[in-house]
């Protein structure tokens, strides 16, 4: 059974930072790529940033809202995906959600059931 | 980027009524659109990949067609479980885009 759970959600201060983590299990995590999706309260989705699998050197892609202050990681031995979040903004206030992309396709299939991250002073 | 349009934002329906919603992207996606379902504090679910290809274990009534720009949702018989939020996925180019949400509501 494939599942994906995050952690690491919380309060934090405005220009703080937190971290990640999305623990998989039920699938050969190396192969796959793996995307971030948030969604801030009572709001639509947005995705958030893309790692490519080993096959594809781990390269990233990130939401122009994100670039340079959110870092994508992955430790393929410890079957974990992590998104360090950086120069945090009431703004980034979200659930957070792993997704397991399908290749060939690059569609979705799973989700996890997302982290809060809260902003706030 | 590709802004993703669907309509209509929201809607009232009827246990048993066919439904459709629409989802329209700013330049040519070929069939690179997904549809998702999503409940009140819950994690959306896969509904449809590939514009109109059904996910493993979603029911019959869930249909999805178009190609190129244009592309609907269709709910052949509405049901109480489908009374939900749904969104449009564009996944041909970076970045990937979410249309804003249709809330299908009794």
Redesign the interface.
Known sequence: EVQLVESGGGLVQPGGSLRLSCAVSGFTFSDHYM?WVRQAPGK????VG?SRNKANRYTT????SVKGRFTISRDDSKNSLYLQMDSLKTEDTAVY?CVRV?IP??????????TLVTVSS | ?IQMTQSPSSLSASVGDRVTITCRASQDISN?L?W?Q?KPGK????LI??ASNL?SGVPSKFSGSGSGTDFTLTISSLQPEDFATY?C?Q?KH????????TKVEI
């Open positions: 995307d639509g989705l947005e995705w893309r892609e990130y939401a122009a959600y399908i396709g690059y569609h979705y299939v799973y989700w996890g059931q997302g | 980027d690179c997904a998702f999503q994690a959306p679910k896969s990949y590939a996910q969104y996925q996944y970076y970045p990937l885009s979410f249309g804003g949400g």
